[in-house]
């Protein structure tokens, strides 16, 4: 398993308490409330999952479609030495303030290293130096890390990726998309960098570099399309999505378990 692929086994169960959230449906929903710092119902004693194989039916999709980057095990293993805020409660304040910086520092990560899949170089190679140092050091150190200025930072590196490799393509960047047939409209090489695609219908579609940085594909239908070179791709927005076997994906992402189930709208 790599270093960004969540390993309940190794975690303290962290976003089961940490996170905070609210009743919703949908592909990313929750089927009752829980505030941050509140261990959710299903949390057992040993920090497993009660209902972890039938999440989905238990509405609540969420979890399934959350991703902490592998912020929890790195935080619980390595940043608290395997002590758990059930053993050690006074720290558990922090330890959750903890997970969140680590997990968008994982996800830069994860961002910075398929940029130098596409465009290697020295600069990208530093930054990303720079970002894993950062995932180290004592608890409080981390949470003394400039996040913002940092992420300011991969933001501008990714963006001149993405214009080296999509060229003059098309921008739809931050638009509202949202329940739009997009099958008809060119996507290849566009920019939907922070785009509402929510609910949009993306079946078919050809998505050859397309940059999809921060794009919410919230219940968006990738039936049958091509995403193997695509931009900036995380496995959250996959797992929000919805889409099947022939879904094309870019390499070292999974293929959501929910699309091996049949579309709830119907649509063919």
């Known amino acids: 398993m790599g270093r960004f692929e969540p390993d309940c086994t190794q975690c303290f169960g962290l976003c089961c308490v940490a996170l905070p959230f609210l009743r919703s449906t949908g592909a990313a929903g929750f089927a009752f409330d829980k505030p941050a710092g509140e261990p959710c119902r299903h949390l057992a004693a040993d920090d497993t999952c009660a209902i972890h194989s039938s999440l ?44 969140g910086v680590v997990r968008r520092l ?15 170089s020295a600069a990208l190679s530093a930054l990303r130096d720079r970002v894993s140092g950062a995932t180290l050091g ?9 996040l913002d200025r940092l992420a300011a930072r991969v933001g501008d590196a990714l963006g001149a990726v993405s214009r080296e490799v999509r060229g003059e393509g098309p921008s739809y960047a931050g638009q509202d998309l949202v329940g739009r047939d997009l099958r008809a409209v060119p996507l290849a090489r566009a920019d939907l960098r922070g785009a509402l695609l929510i609910a949009a219908d993306l079946r ?37 999505a919805r889409g099947d076997a022939h879904t094309r994906l870019p390499h070292g992402l999974r293929r959501p378990v929910a699309w091996e189930a049949p579309h709830p709208s119907g649509r063919t």
Do not use: I, K
């Open 204 to 240: 078919d579609t050809d998505l050859d570099r397309t940059d999809l940085l921060g794009a919410d594909l919230r219940d968006a239908d990738l039936s049958g399309a091509d995403l193997a070179t695509a931009l900036f791709v995380t496995q959250p927005q996959l797992n929000s």
């Open 138 to 146: 004592t608890p409080a150190e981390v949470l003394d890390v400039e």
């Open 106 to 120: 994982h996800e830069m990560l994860v961002l910075l290293d398929q940029a130098s899949s596409r465009v290697p």
């Open 56 to 99: 989905l039916p238990a509405g609540m999709g969420g979890c399934v479609a959350y991703e902490c980057f592998g912020a929890g095990q790195h935080v619980s293993q390595v940043l608290y030495d395997r002590v758990s805020w059930r053993e050690a409660p006074g720290t558990a304040g922090q330890m959750f303030a903890v997970l």
